[in-house]
């Protein structure tokens, strides 16, 4: 959990970077914005900060949202493709580090595959290319 703001985005962005694909189950909660957790539990008490932990995206559907909410802002079609693209570049270079076994990369591919709506095959190819280059 980290604070609404832009610093808090980016610091989640990065912590996504670092933890997609290590073996660990990443949820990121979204607070309010102009609040920080602290603050957030102080105002509104354990029931509210619990629900709001419940309610957690996993960290690959949380950077997919924030990729489209940030590019498809221009053009539907061409940001959904910058989007596609900045998305595949960011888990290519995940899968190039070599940290993950073929297991835990399929998985990963897939996962990738269901949420951006493209074709599995599609997926595996596309980073394959990103880790030759």
Same mark, same amino acid.
């Given at each position: 959990?980290?604070?609404?703001?832009?610093?808090?985005?980016?610091?989640?962005?990065? =912590?996504?970077?670092?933890?997609?694909?290590?073996?660990?189950?990443?949820?990121?909660? =979204?607070?309010?914005?102009?609040? #920080?957790?602290?603050?957030?539990? $102080?105002?509104?008490?354990?029931?509210?900060?619990?629900? $709001?932990?419940?309610?957690?995206?996993?960290?690959?559907?949380?950077?997919?949202?924030?990729?489209?909410?940030?590019?498809?802002?221009?053009?539907?079609?061409?940001?959904?493709?910058?989007?596609?693209?900045?998305?595949?570049?960011?888990?290519?270079? !995940?899968?190039?580090?070599?940290?993950? #076994?073929?297991?835990?990369?399929?998985?990963? $591919? +897939?996962?990738?595959?269901?949420?951006?709506?493209?074709?599995?095959?599609?997926?595996?190819? =596309? !980073?394959? +290319? $990103?880790?030759?280059?």
């Amino acid at each position: 959990m980290f604070d609404a703001d832009s610093a808090g985005q980016k610091a989640a962005e990065r =912590t996504i970077e670092l933890f997609i694909g290590q073996p660990v189950q990443l949820c990121l909660a =979204t607070l309010p914005e102009g609040e #920080d957790p602290c603050d957030f539990l $102080l105002a509104n008490g354990k029931k509210a900060f619990m629900e $709001l932990v419940n309610s957690a995206v996993e960290a690959l559907e949380y950077r997919w949202q924030m990729m489209c909410g940030r590019l498809e802002k221009d053009d539907a079609i061409s940001g959904k493709k910058r989007a596609v693209e900045e998305f595949l570049r960011l888990v290519g270079q !995940v899968v190039s580090q070599g940290e993950m #076994d073929k297991i835990s990369e399929g998985f990963l $591919l +897939n996962r990738v595959a269901k949420l951006i709506d493209r074709p599995v095959q599609m997926v595996h190819e =596309t !980073v394959r +290319n $990103l880790r030759r280059q």
